[in-house]
């Protein structure tokens, strides 16, 4: 499984970007999906998740509200909009492929990371 992300960038607090992540090499529709991010300095941590068919999502409460994870399995693609952005959501933002053997979401497969920064 290949993921790339991109639409990372440099934004100021209270703006937007939408992140991608282009799958290939696999059956895209099979794979749960989700965002990951790392602060600097900090642990990785889930953002949100996607099931396969799209049709439930899960988000950390942090960014309940503003941040939208979908998925469009004819594009083998898979999004993140991000709103009211604050500077804490400052982080290398990863795309994952999760396991498709467990009932919790669990991380598989991972994209390079994209960088989002959040200017005050």
């Known amino acids: 499984v290949q993921l790339v992300e991109s639409g990372g960038g440099l934004v100021q607090a209270g703006g937007s970007l939408r992140l991608s992540c282009a799958a290939s090499g696999t059956t895209f529709s099979i794979y749960p999906m989700g965002w990951y991010r790392q602060p600097p300095g900090k642990q990785r941590e889930l953002v949100a998740d996607?099931?396969?068919?799209?049709?439930?999502?899960n988000y950390a409460a942090s960014v309940t509200g503003r941040f939208t994870i979908s998925r469009d399995n004819a594009k083998n693609t898979l999004y993140l909009q991000m709103n009211s952005l604050k500077p804490d959501d400052t982080a290398v933002y990863y795309c994952?492929?999760?396991?498709?053997?467990?009932?919790?979401?669990?991380?598989?497969?991972w994209g390079q990371g994209t960088q989002v920064t959040v200017s005050s």
């Open positions: 996607i099931s396969s068919g799209g049709g439930t999502t």
């Open positions: 994952n492929a999760g396991r498709t053997d467990t009932y919790y979401y669990t991380p598989g497969y």
